[in-house]
């Protein structure tokens, strides 16, 4: 039997209500109030996060940082809880069911579905609480885009396409090149 969720009418989303979403393969988060759901992701994306997964734990200089994929809530605000797809940050901001501060490294890997969502909403959010780096990957392309924070606004540092590679010094040194994502 399935239950059905009811959401509040006429005031925006708090994280509690967001406690209240079904277990049912979706990705569900708030942007100021609002509900985000997306469908799952298609394999090629996966690919990508786990690559990228493999690339940044090698290059981690310890176990001070943490390097994780989603599900994982990022609590920004009470009625903004985000799950990027990868993100790496100090192992202490962690409580023992979210990351309670703004990663250091916060990444998305455009999908249809999620690519406005990930190129205009979440880095806006991600910059006001002080994210100091937000990756996109566009796995159609391939490409990374790499933005930072300069003076309390995010800065492109970078471009790359197919074989050409990017050598991130924030939040740790690693070199990565978006057709290498790919490799199965």
Known sequence: MSSVTTLPYGRPLTRADLETM???????????????????PRPVH?????????????????????VLTSPLDVVLADDTVLQPD??????ADFTDRDLSAAPLLAVEVLSASTRRVDQLLK????????CPAYWTVDPD??????RELRDGCYADIAYVEG??????????PVAIAPAELLAP
Do not use: C, M
């Open 163 to 172: 074989k050409e590679t990017f050598h991130a010094t924030t939040p740790f």
């Open 46 to 66: 996966q690919r990508v996060v786990a690559n990228l997964l493999v690339a940044l734990r090698a290059a981690r200089p310890g176990p001070e940082f943490e």
């Open 123 to 130: 880095p806006s959010r991600l910059e006001a609480a002080g």
């Open 22 to 40: 079904p277990d049912d393969g979706h990705r569900y988060e708030l942007i100021d109030g609002v509900l985000i759901v997306s469908p799952a």
């Open 141 to 146: 392309v391939p490409a990374l885009w790499v």
């Open 86 to 91: 990868v993100l790496v940050a100090r192992a």
